[in-house]
Nanobody, 124 residues
């Protein structure tokens, strides 16, 4: 069974940038569509970005399009989320997920494996 571990979160000022990483501590991510979701306190977990197994297709939530970039390195068994121009509303726990969907779906139901999350806090 896949185990996903996120890293790279932290406290950053508004307008700043962070690079989140997701690694498979057991198994491989190369066969899966991978995604990032986020959950702010008191809110439901929401889709952020997804990438197909070979990196050929990506999908972004409207709220992050143009500011966030998802990428993957199957040789290194990792997925990244470059987040820029951060806003206070980006403050959330960010979760990596993997699934067998052919298309980078924004639906949580499309993902079977989840990490424990990494916290991103944006100060204004």
């Amino acid at each position: 069974q896949e185990q996903l571990v996120e890293s790279g979160g932290g406290l950053v000022q508004a307008g700043g940038s962070l690079r989140l990483s997701c690694a498979a501590s057991r198994g491989t991510v190369s066969n899966y569509t991978m995604a990032w979701f986020r959950q702010a306190p008191g809110k439901e977990r929401e889709f952020v970005a997804a990438i197909s197994w070979n990196g050929g297709s990506t999908n972004y939530a409207y709220s992050v399009k143009g500011r966030f970039t998802i990428s993957r390195d199957n040789a290194k068994n990792t997925v990244h989320l470059q987040i820029s121009a951060l806003k206070s509303e980006d403050t959330a726990a960010y979760y990596c997920a993997g699934g067998r969907s052919v298309w980078p779906t924004p639906s949580r139901d499309g993902y079977d494996y989840w990490g424990q999350g990494t916290q991103v806090t944006v100060s204004s």
